[in-house]
């Protein structure tokens, strides 16, 4: 069974940084694709972006060019550096296991989500 823990959420003013971590147990990290997901209030969790085994990566529109998905395998951790941020990024971000598909029913583990939270 896999395991997903995320950190690194906080509340920061627009046009600043964070970086978030989604640190993973269970099975070989190394091996499978993974996602960042987020979802605001009243709002369906959408698609952020996504890394597969192989490092390819993939962003939706909203956050190209302003945030970036790595991995690092000998630590198990995913992580999204996430720059220029707006109060439309406000959500809370999940890390999900699986896929590296825009649709969130692709992954089969989820972690229990890190809140952002963007002043402006």
């Known amino acids: 069974q896999v395991q997903l823990v995320e950190s690194g959420g906080g509340l920061v003013q627009a046009g600043g940084s964070l970086r978030l971590s989604c640190a993973a147990s269970?099975?070989?990290?190394?091996?499978?694709?993974m996602g960042w997901f987020r979802q605001a209030p009243g709002k369906e969790r959408e698609f952020v972006a996504s890394v597969t085994w192989l490092g390819s990566t993939y962003y939706a529109d909203s956050v190209k060019g302003r945030f970036t998905i790595s991995r690092d395998n000998a630590k198990s951790s995913l992580y999204l550096q996430m720059n220029t941020l707006k109060a439309e990024d406000t959500a809370v971000y999940y890390c999900?296991?699986?896929?590296?598909?825009?649709?969130?029913?692709?992954?089969?583990?989820w972690g229990q989500g890190t809140q952002v939270t963007v002043s402006s």
């Open positions: 269970g099975r070989t990290f190394s091996t499978y694709d």
């Open positions: 999900a296991e699986g896929s590296y598909s825009t649709d969130a029913r692709g992954y089969d583990h």
